[in-house]
């Protein structure tokens, strides 16, 4: 297989990686599509029911993405086996997985239940405090389909099938709008439960598309070689176990991301209104932008992975890298589409002049940030996809916990206990500039890991 920087070899890496990547791009905006439709139908019941799906999703969102990283583990198996020709490994990894997902969904469902005791100590008015508990009870029961999804979505995209990804999605999202309307609002002659239906939805829609992936692999005929259900088998606690060490550190990585940014959220709230909502707009919206470099980065997983798997660490090293600038080209073009339509963009979320002003401003430290972020994400799932996930695990908690929050603390709070500080605090722009900052530094230094890890493997060094 080519791995030379050709203009030929590099026009074939770029259509391989495309290929993989926008069913799998189209299957998350589809996927934030179900949290956007839960806020805004929520919206138009009452400022009550929306307090409370806010905040039962603060809760839901952090395990998803904590479980989602955790069930990771099985793309870069997979994608070795595949690699190395070895496909009779395949089912069998595949049912360790799912026996994985059913542990952790479990105990995430029982985490996510202990979390909402911290809604006693939020000052709620009894109401609130009483639905949102709610919400995350009844939600709660999608964490284990969820995670077995995920066990799925790993093993199929993997095997290059990810169009099974964004028709699912696709589905899930259509299901989701619609069980929305009738549950949130009593339509068809059904009981208005407000933004209670919106945690209905959500997990009926999880079982929905588990049982859509399972009845996809049963009938599509390319998953006939690998296909895991053909025989029962129990848990094989040791290939768990390993599965558990290359899936944690990715977990806790998300988590570190996530519980960051939330952490920013909760800080800037006590600017006020126009603080917070300025940072929530931005933040939403680069969220948005983030999905493509992230879609991305699973596809490089596979990629790399196949190439490692197949005992061609020099191709593993070209499509790292080939990858990594796709991404950073993504990146050069959303910075300059958001300086261009900053002020466009703050417009479409507000008609407030205050919040579109401080947004508009914010967005040009979103612009800042797209490279690095670009970078850091394709970056971290490149070395994952040489089965090595603690490394970008140390450096991410490194950005984020150890860089991004306390200089964002410093920056916007201004606390009057440290010596050297901002006359002012710079509220939100203070965190976005230490964003930037965090994030430079995680793209900075997982970029050197992926060369100093591809290198050696192209020369043969172990790592």
């Known amino acids: 297989m080519p791995h030379k920087f050709t203009s030929h070899n590099l026009r074939h890496e770029i259509a391989a990686l495309w290929a993989l990547s ?10 934030v599509g179900m949290g956007v439709a839960d806020v805004a139908m929520t919206g138009h019941a009452s400022a009550d029911e929306l307090a409370a799906v806010a905040l039962g999703t603060s809760i839901w969102s952090i395990i998803l993405v904590t479980v989602s990283g955790i069930m990771m583990a099985i793309n870069s198996i997979v994608a070795h086996d595949v690699g190395g020709g070895e496909l009779g490994k395949i089912p ?13 969904g479990v105990l995430a469902m029982l985490l996510a239940n202990l979390a909402t005791l911290l809604f006693e100590h939020l000052q709620l008015t009894p109401y609130v405090h009483g639905q949102a508990a709610l919400f995350v009870h009844i939600i709660s029961f999608g964490l284990p389909p969820f995670a077995a999804y995920r066990a799925l ?43 209670v239906g919106c945690a209905i939805s959500t997990a009926l829609c ?16 390319a998953y006939r070689a690998t296909y895991p259900f053909t025989h029962w088998e129990g848990p094989h606690w040791p290939e768990i176990r390993n599965m558990l060490k290359l899936g944690l550190p990715i977990g806790i990585t998300y ?36 999905m493509v470099p992230l879609s991305f980065g699973i596809a490089l997983i596979t990629r790399v992975g ?14 790292a890298w080939v990858g990594v600038f796709m991404s950073l080209a993504f990146g050069a073009l959303s910075a300059l589409f958001i300086v261009l339509a900053r002020t466009q963009i ?7 002049l205050a919040v579109q002003a401080l947004c508009a401003s914010l967005l040009l430290l979103a612009a800042l940030f797209q490279l690095s972020d670009a970078t850091q994400v394709a970056t971290s799932c490149a070395i994952r996809g040489y089965k090595v996930t603690r490394q970008p695990m140390q450096i991410q908690l490194l950005a984020f916990w150890g860089f991004a929050l306390p200089l964002g603390c410093w920056l916007g709070l201004a606390p009057e206990w440290l010596p050297w500080r901002p006359a002012q605090p710079m509220a939100a722009q203070g965190f976005w500039i230490a964003l930037v900052i965090g994030l430079t530094v995680a793209a900075l230094l997982l970029s050197w890991a992926l060369h100093r890890l591809s290198l050696q493997r192209a020369q043969g060094q172990p790592h």
């Open 206 to 221: 999880m079982w929905l598309m588990l049982f859509a992936m399972l009845a996809w692999m049963r009938f599509a005929p």
């Open 153 to 195: 979505y790993g093993y199929s995209t993997s095997i290059n099938q990810t169009k099974p990804v964004m028709v699912i999605a696709l589905l899930g999202l259509a299901f989701n709008v619609l069980s929305n309307w009738l549950l949130i609002f009593g339509n068809w002659g059904l009981p208005a439960v407000g933004g």
């Open 306 to 319: 196949h190439a490692v798997g197949e005992g061609n660490p020099q191709r593993a090293r070209f499509v």
């Open 255 to 290: 988590f570190a991301e996530v519980s960051a940014f939330g952490s920013i959220s909760l800080l800037v709230a006590r600017f006020g209104a126009v603080q917070i909502s300025a940072h929530q707009i931005a933040l939403n919206f680069t969220s948005l932008v983030f």
């Open 22 to 31: 926008w069913p799998m791009l189209i299957g998350q905006l589809a996927t």
């Open 92 to 104: 069998h990894a595949v049912r360790q997985s799912l026996w994985k997902a059913a542990g952790i």
């Open 346 to 352: 703050a417009a479409a979320y507000t008609s407030d």
